[in-house]
Nanobody
Framework: QVQFVESGGGLVQPGGSLRLSCAAS????????LGWHRQAPGKQRELVAQITRGGFTYYADSVKGRFTISRDNAKNTVYLQMNSLKPEDTALYYC???????WGQGTQVTVSS
C-alpha cells in the first residue's frame, strides 16, 4: 500500500505563495485520482483539488484560479502550488489517492500577517 508524506507548509503572509509536495512511497503511475484535502479547526474537511491520471483537474471554488495541482509520475510526487494565499486558506493539508481511506499527518499552512 502506497503511503504519502506531505511537506512544504509553513507560515506565509496574505498574498504570498507556497508549494506543497506529496511524496509517495511507491509508484503513482496507475493511481487514477490524486488529491489534496484540507481541514481547519472547527470546519469540515474539504477537497481542495484533484488530478486524474489523464491530467484532468478539479478545484474547489474557493481556490480556483489561485491553486494548481500537478503530478509527476516519474518522481512519484504530487504538488499543490498555492498563490495569492488568504487567511481562510489556513488549514492542515493532506494528500492521498482519492477517495482517501486513511489520513496522514498532513502539512500545516498558516496564512497570517
Amino acid at each position: 500500500q502506497v503511503q504519502f508524506v506531505e511537506s512544504g507548509g509553513g507560515l506565509v503572509q496574505p498574498g504570498g505563495s507556497l508549494r506543497l509536495s506529496c511524496a509517495a512511497s511507491g509508484s503513482i503511475f496507475s493511481i487514477a485520482t490524486l488529491g489534496w484535502h484540507r481541514q481547519a479547526p472547527g470546519k469540515q474537511r474539504e477537497l481542495v483539488a484533484q488530478i486524474t491520471r489523464g491530467g484532468f483537474t478539479y478545484y474547489a471554488d474557493s481556490v480556483k484560479g489561485r491553486f494548481t495541482i500537478s503530478r509527476d509520475n516519474a518522481k512519484n510526487t504530487v504538488y499543490l502550488q498555492m498563490n495569492s494565499l488568504k487567511p481562510e486558506d489556513t488549514a492542515l493539508y493532506y494528500c492521498n489517492k482519492v477517495p482517501i481511506s486513511n489520513w496522514g499527518q498532513g502539512t500545516q499552512v498558516t496564512v497570517s500577517s
